[in-house]
């Protein structure tokens, strides 16, 4: 199946440094979810978005649709320790077969030193 | 509380064996979801269900069968066909509401090893 391309793949910061990070797809989502894993947990729902160029806000963790509809970002401000974690993007592509389907992006590391 | 369960967290089997993954909810979601994940992966979809008594296969479910005989309860059984079984396996729910169909709640997961 489609996968979203999703990057960077790994990220390493100091504690303060804020944090940027992308999917983009080649064709048009209809939906934008970001996700986060903790080491050998099930992943979390952070963000989810539903219209293009819709920005939403989470505590600090900000998200965006793109306006072409094929990439979505996420970023982090002020990262902390326990931001550590794998984030994942996901999408229902428009024109799907499958309702409720979602496509999900490779991941990206966060590795966040003191 | 509401949730997703899924159990055992770890589970071990010898090769060969036929292995049931347990994933329950109490959400009322209609959809359920089991995913696979090998370290340094993403999530790849092995087979879902919209509706009680019906499923569809996802991108890799050679080797793997499920059942949805309740709405709270999808199990998945990893048979003795699947030649790499061992990886973390990832149950998930989603209400498909108009608003919020795609956002999929996921359960602790289960690490499964076959020796």
């Known amino acids: 199946g489609q996968q979203l391309n999703q990057s960077p793949q790994s990220m390493f910061i100091q504690e303060g440094e804020d944090v940027s990070m992308n999917c983009t797809s080649s064709s048009i989502f209809n939906t934008w979810l970001w996700y986060k894993q903790d080491p050998g947990e099930g992943p979390v729902l952070l963000i989810a978005l539903y219209k293009a160029g819709e920005l939403t806000s989470n505590g600090r963790l900000t998200a965006q649709f793109g306006i072409t509809r094929k990439d979505s970002f996420l970023n982090i401000s002020a990262s902390i320790p326990s931001d550590v974690g794998i984030y994942f993007c996901a999408g229902q592509e428009l024109g799907g077969t499958s309702y409720g389907k979602l496509t999900f992006g490779q991941g990206t590391i966060l590795t966040v030193h003191p | 509380d509401g949730g997703i369960t899924q159990s055992p967290k770890y589970l071990f089997r010898k090769e060969g064996q036929n292995v049931t993954l347990s994933c329950e909810q109490n959400?009322?979601?209609?959809?359920m979801y089991w995913y696979r994940q090998d370290p340094g992966q993403g999530l790849r979809l092995i087979y879902y269900s919209q509706i009680v008594n019906d499923f569809q296969k996802g991108d890799i479910a050679e080797g793997y069968s499920v059942s949805r005989e309740k709405k709270e309860s999808f199990p998945l059984t990893v048979t003795s066909a699947q030649k790499n079984p061992t990886a973390f396996y990832l149950c998930?729910?989603?209400?498909?509401?108009?608003?919020?169909?795609?956002?999929?709640?996921f359960g602790p997961g289960t690490r499964l090893t076959v020796t």
């Open positions: 998930a729910s989603s209400a498909l509401t108009s608003t919020r169909t795609y956002e999929q709640y």
């Open positions: 959400l009322n979601h209609d959809a």
